[in-house]
């Protein structure tokens, strides 16, 4: 029995990678359906000529992109052609708070913006970088993506956006030996056309990168609006100063989270992310 880490899903073939660097191409045991286990890119496995016989356990694991054993989420945000998006930005946050995985902001495109827009951009992110690391890149201007170079290594990266924010174009401009397949942003839908068909680890950098279909939707599902305040870093630094124990940052007296906001310590528009996003999960219906 070999032991190796899935690093490619492609019409329900896996692709492994053992501990001599030889990969095989197999399939998972039947009996995985039955026990509702669904390997993904990222687990660890032990495996043989055919079969995928054991999955080993997960640290973590996200669904959407489906990415087990994840060290850090890059959160892609382009900057135009989709416009940027706090709101987006946040629910991306969220989920990897949610994994505890590292999240780090990467605004892309910034070659679309003027010098003023660019500006302003950096000053309304000034606060998350008191929090994450935040990277300005353009796959078309190479010097931009020098400062990433070391931001790989010995992990596996996730690589999460909004459709048409430019993944596979920034892994393109890392390394363009992927050769990865891009499509423009529709002008009449204002987004990106889904480009990348299965999930797949990618060596960049002295790391492994997960190259995953886009998206442009995130929900809820499996986060209940009691801990959605742990998922925000910055309040959850203020909450031992509210009055009340639990406060969920809404209509409860001597809120620390709230005064804050009324100090402009949190901006608005981020708390105002929260409510609409709570509000959101307090409506989803459960599943039994």
Known sequence: MKQGRIIKLIGGQYSVIDEQQQTTVVKPRG?????????????????????????????NELHRPAVANVDQAFIINGVKNPAFSFFLLDRFLIHAEKEDIKAVIVVNKIDLLTKEERRQLQDDLLYYERHYDVYYVSAKQKETLEQLSDVFKDKITVLAGQTGSGKSSLLNALDPSLSLKTQPTSKALGRGKHTTKHSELLPISGGLVADTPGFSKLDFEGIDAVDLPNYYIDFYERSNLCKFRGCQHLNEPGCAVKKAVENYEIPKNRYDNYVRIYEEIKQIKPKY
């Open 31 to 59: 009996v995985f359906r039955h026990e509702k286990k669904h390997p993904k890119v990222g687990d660890m496995v032990q495996f043989d000529d055919d079969l995928i016989t054991k999955l080993e356990p997960r640290k």
